[in-house]
């Protein structure tokens, strides 16, 4: 049962041969790592997911977290969870040595994490928030916030957050009215926020939570936001913890991650609640945005480990249930025969191949962004630091949103290939699919995703990014034309980014009259467009290994396993990369849009 979530074998071959991780452990920064101890952590944690993570899943969704009595109470897991992680070094992967952490190259900790989460999705969330924080103020906080904050933090012991929404203000950052009124060297926060992830629980010894807030007499808008420390618990001069004003006013009840606590904090009701500025005035919206990209690749990792752990179970489930008979060569069924399992029939096969696609291409895209974040930031080439730079801006987008809208529609699927059993409680594919359901929302919806997209991203540095994000397909392309069998399919790509051309060429015609508007009308439409053609030259990608693999390793080293990765590859382009045509005509039509504003009410 164990071991039914997650399969190893891809996500070691997507690490080590795919995406070539041996690139990153020759850098300087991660020079103490090798092949060999990045399996020894991936072992690991697999181990520690069997243990102490996938058993409780299921119980985590029937006994969600609550508010009683002014706090959350969680399932005792998370409190269990968290020490572990601080001890194992979970929290501390990203951070640097001087800042007491492992200094683990991203593809490696994202790899590890992807199997927590795969094996329940419920509780790396409490410390990606931790870690997420913790950053911040390593990045931005004063030497006196990280030695009080961030040692703690790493080891576990306390948790952290990150503090954006209001009831009012909703995506629209520019409306949030949290306040702080400078008192000395710390200001007085007044305000509240919603959908807090991880923002309070039963047995934390404190959480420290990262708030926007604007300073009194700020200017209007996101240029007026400010970022502050605001710990549920402050310390006191003795060493101790006081009361920091900071309360828990409710848990939001929700469909899926049920045992992941979702909180409303009120900030300062006794006029009592001290922050600490993180950095300087005015540019709390920046800083968090520089974490918040690290933050959506999360959640892109996140839906892709939940629709593998969907693909998982429906595989299993297909393989043990027999239904039906096969067809005959003459079309018909022969009623003396014993049932078939229903992996034999054809269209539970396309369901399951659907699965399969989308989740090892999520996690390809995953792997591919985490290695781009890498070089990004240790490569000693300043040239080559800028381009994985602007290669990881412009993927980020696709990274949060195609898991979590594709991932969505793969869990479906695999609700579907159990039947009416899909349905039941008994099974646990409802769950996934509630569970992933939320992730199309997390760190900015899947509409503001396409809106950064197409508005921000394509055009970049005069479109910089784009072309060398084109420029790495044109490479994967023209190394698959050494295999013949590759062939179709690498032309078929070529063709996909023609069309490509074709599409952006008619969008910018709206820029270039000025209707920005009508240009963003269709973002997502456009998102699903260009995701669906990345995914496909990571499956061209990894189809190019695996064939190379088939022709020069030896023959007894799992030629089903590479073979099965070039089927896939032939099924996503068959029944997935054609949906781009589709697309293409919606996005080229040059008519008013219809999604904007008309004469009349056509709401009726």
Known sequence: MANQYVDLRTLKFLLYKVHNVQEILELERYAEYDKESIEMLLNSVKDFSDKELFPYFREMDEKPAYYKNGEIVVHPQVNKYMKAAGEMGIIAGSFTYEEGGMQLPQMALHASVFIQEAANNNLPGYVGLTVGSAELITHFGNKELNRIYVPKMLEGIWGGTMCLTEPQAGSSLSDILTSATPDGDSYKINGQKIFISGGDYQGAENIVHLVLARIKGAPAGTKGISLFVVPKKRPTVEGGLARNDVTTVA?????????????????????????????????????????????????????????????????????????????????????????????????????????????????????????????????????EREKYKLLLEIMTPVVKTYPSEMGRVAVDNGVQVLGGYGFCSDYILQQYLRDIRIFALYEGTTGIQSQDLLGRKISMNNGKALKLVLAEIKNTIEASLEYESLVPYANKLTDKLELTQEVLKSLMGFTMKGDFERFLADATPFMEFFSNILIGWLWLDIAKVAQNAIETENKENHPDFYKSKIHTMQFYFKYELPKTTGLAEILMDNKQALTIGTDKEVFI
């Open 251 to 383: 848990d939001f009840q929700k469909m899926g991650q049920r045992g992941y606590c979702t909180t409303h904090l009120f900030f300062g009701d006794n006029d009592d609640c001290i922050g600490w500025l993180v950095g300087e005035p005015h540019q709390g919206l920046k800083y968090m945005f520089l974490m918040m990209n690290g933050a959506r690749i999360g959640v892109g990792r996140g839906a892709a480990a939940i629709a593998t752990a969907a693909y998982q179970a429906s595989l299993n489930y297909a393989n043990e249930r027999p239904q039906g008979r096969k067809l005959t060569s003459t079309g018909k069924k022969n009623a003396n025969e014993s049932q078939t399992l229903i992996i034999n029939h054809a269209d539970v096969r396309r369901m399951l191949f659907l699965q399969k696609a989308i989740s090892e291409g999520s996690l390809s895209l995953i792997l591919l962004a985490a290695k781009y974040h890498d070089i990004s930031l240790a490569s000693t080439n300043k040239e």
